[in-house]
């Protein structure tokens, strides 16, 4: 079982640089989000999507984008790379958002540099 | 400001003791709290969860208190293991439009010495 892949693991932008992280799952959830992990600020989400063709903005959104095409992919988009996007950027998914003891399956991470 | 704080950074325990972390929380909305538990280059995986309209859950070793009138849960492990070492998360949910968007604290090392 794939569950929740994160491409790529790794990355070093320049500054003013624009790039992908790619985000997909093989379980049909319907519900999938982003976060980015900061030392000391714990996990702060991003964006959120509940399903294909509707996204919205979690608590962080400023210099990303998201958009939902299909169930499987949720792509985070970085327009221009700055040195405060330096983070580890966590994609999840959740089979039913409606139920609140339902369980987020979170992919490895990306590690996000931008010098 | 941090609506879910977890105010130790690290908790060193020997093996076979009892571990026990602490969350707050401000926000009188939540009614889901959740941990999660993180390996290194790992991503986040679910441990246990508890409504507000409980006040502890147990699964094994795992057990979670939450206090509803202080604002405060706690997680409980018992007997602590080496391979128990890990970076904790309490996280929090309040339904709304989802109860998918989680509200972390700012996670908690454990490391259980052999």
């Known amino acids: 079982n794939a569950g929740v892949t994160q491409t790529p693991k790794f990355q070093v932008l320049k500054t003013g640089q624009s790039m992908t992280l790619q985000c997909a799952q093989d379980m049909n959830h319907e519900y999938m989000s982003w976060y980015r992990q900061d030392p000391g600020m714990g996990l702060r989400l991003i964006h959120y999507?509940?399903?294909?063709?509707?996204?919205d903005q979690g608590e962080v959104p400023n210099g990303y984008n998201v958009s939902r095409s299909t169930t499987e992919d949720f792509p985070l988009r970085l327009l221009s790379a700055a040195p405060s996007q330096t983070s580890v950027y966590f994609c999840?998914?959740?089979?039913?958002?409606?139920?609140?003891?339902?369980?987020?399956?979170f992919g490895q991470g990306t590690r996000l540099t931008v010098v | 400001d941090q609506q879910v704080k977890q105010n130790s950074p690290s908790l060193s325990v020997q093996e076979g003791r009892i571990s026990i972390l602490n969350c707050d929380y401000t926000n009188s909305m939540f009614d889901y709290f959740l941990w999660y538990k993180k390996y290194p280059a790992e991503g986040p995986t679910f441990l246990i969860s508890i409504s507000s309209i409980k006040d502890k859950n147990e699964d094994g070793r795992f057990t979670v208190f939450l206090n509803k009138s202080a604002k405060h849960l706690s997680l409980h492990i018992v007997p602590s293991q080496p391979g128990d070492s890990a970076v904790y998360f309490c996280?929090?949910?309040?339904?709304?439009?989802?109860?998918?968007?989680?509200?972390f604290g700012q996670g908690t090392i454990l490391t259980v010495h052999p």
């Open positions: 996280a929090a949910n309040d339904g709304g439009t989802s109860y998918g968007k989680l509200t």
């Open positions: 999840a998914s959740i089979l039913n958002h409606q139920n609140p003891s339902t369980e987020a399956f």
């Open positions: 999507s509940v399903g294909a063709g509707i996204t």
